[in-house]
Nanobody, 120 residues
Framework: QVQLVESGGGLVQAGGSLRLSCAAS????????MGWYRQAPGKQRELVAT???????NYADSVKGRFTISRDNAKNTVYLQLSSLKPEDTAVYYC??????????????WGQGTQVTVSS
């Protein structure tokens, strides 16, 4: 069992910045991948960024150069720095934890989501 607690969402003006945090607790298997996804009203959930245990990152094209994902393995926490925000970034942002365990089993957990609203 892994629990994910997200924080840092809020209301910000276009061009502003926010920092999201997601702390994982419980049975943490390694290696693992932690990441951020987002879902806007009426749209499907989409990948924003991921980061592996060894620091390899992956970003959606729409956020490259504006968002930065990082992690602190000692704290089992992943961060997302959102900069140069645009109204189209408005969405609920979800943290995700995935890992292989044993005997072909996999862990896949999601956080509760945190609202990011960007005003024009």
């Amino acid at each position: 069992q892994v629990q994910l607690v997200e924080s840092g969402g809020g209301l910000v003006q276009a061009g502003g910045s926010l920092r999201l945090s997601c702390a994982a607790s419980g049975r943490i298997f390694s290696p693992n991948v932690m990441g951020w996804y987002r879902q806007a009203p009426g749209k499907q959930r989409e990948l924003v960024a991921t980061i592996t245990s060894d620091g390899s990152t992956n970003y959606a094209d729409s956020v490259k150069g504006r968002f930065t994902i990082s992690r602190d393995n000692a704290k089992n926490t992943v961060y997302l720095q959102l900069s140069s925000l645009k109204p189209e970034d408005t969405a609920v942002y979800y943290c995700r934890f995935t890992a292989r365990t044993t005997w072909g089993r996999n862990d896949d957990y999601w956080g509760q989501g945190t609202q990011v609203t960007v005003s024009s």
